[in-house]
């Protein structure tokens, strides 16, 4: 099925419910098998599989963007750059009004950035504590607790001069926020899911992100409602994933400053 996105002039076909679930199955039981399964089994510790799980994950992201490129090439037969800015949203921001390029729009990006960096300060922390209250049986085993790692002297030690692991770090970090996650559900999902879900594709979206995170279950609660009113609705109101990816990588930038810093010595 396809349809004329109303304020925008690209048609973009619209997904069937049964292959929004076939696509969310595909990103989200990879990366659930590669970090409870093949991660411990490859690790020097099992039960603390530190920067091994982040290694093998990245695997995962990887095939994320392998995943949307396909499926891309499926429906247009083409990977140049005009098909992927188009059907992918990688476009200028447009009037939720006229669906005309609305280049301005682009300074909301910083309030929102700041409500971003608020939200993973002081919000999410709340609510995956409240979500693990609820299903303690999903709280985060301590050996996978990057922070804690980062945080002992021993971690610490081994950090400086690991520029190795900086690189991964980064290299997981552009799959993650940029062509991994975010190009999948809010470039290839979130365009095509109004067929099934209409004006709420925005909410549907962000169920959808927050719980593929079956590979980090403690925190499905705030990635539900960072997925859907921090990366999927401003994503879909000016018709453009560059509102997700921006958001979505303010932590990616953190986390490479704080690695950074402690491959430098300066932590």
Do not use: C
Request: net charge positive; aromatic share 14%.
């Amino acid at each position: 099925m396809s349809t004329q996105n109303e304020n925008n002039s690209i048609s973009i076909p619209q997904y069937s419910l049964r292959k929004i679930l076939m696509v969310w199955v595909a990103a989200a039981i990879p990366m659930a098998l590669l970090g409870w399964v093949v991660a411990p089994a490859m690790a020097n510790d099992p039960s603390k599989p530190g920067f091994e799980r982040l290694g093998i994950l990245t695997i995962g992201l990887v095939w994320q963007f392998i995943l949307t490129l396909f499926l891309l090439y499926q429906e247009t037969g083409s990977l140049r750059w005009t098909v992927l800015k188009e059907r992918l949203w990688l476009q200028s921001p447009r009037s939720p009004k006229t669906g005309e390029k609305q280049s301005r729009a682009l300074w909301w990006l910083i309030p929102l950035i700041l409500v971003a960096a608020l939200f993973d300060m002081m919000v999410s922390g709340v609510l995956d504590k409240l979500w693990i209250s609820i299903f303690p049986f999903l709280a985060e085993p301590s050996g996978l607790s990057m922070n804690s790692a980062l945080d002992s002297p021993e971690w610490k030690a081994k950090m400086v001069g690991a520029w190795g692991i900086l690189a991964l770090f980064v290299i997981q970090a552009l799959f993650n926020t940029v062509i991994g996650e975010e190009l999948l559900f809010r470039g290839l999902l979130l365009p095509r899911m109004s067929g099934v879900f209409g004006k709420w594709d925005w909410v549907m979206n962000g169920l959808l992100f927050g719980f593929y995170h079956l590979h980090q279950p403690w925190m499905i609660l705030s990635a539900v409602i960072q997925g859907m009113f921090l990366l999927a609705f401003p994503s879909k109101y000016y018709r453009s994933a560059w509102f997700g990816i921006v958001l979505h990588s303010g932590q990616s930038i953190f986390f490479t400053i704080l690695i950074l810093g402690l491959v430098l010595g300066l932590a």
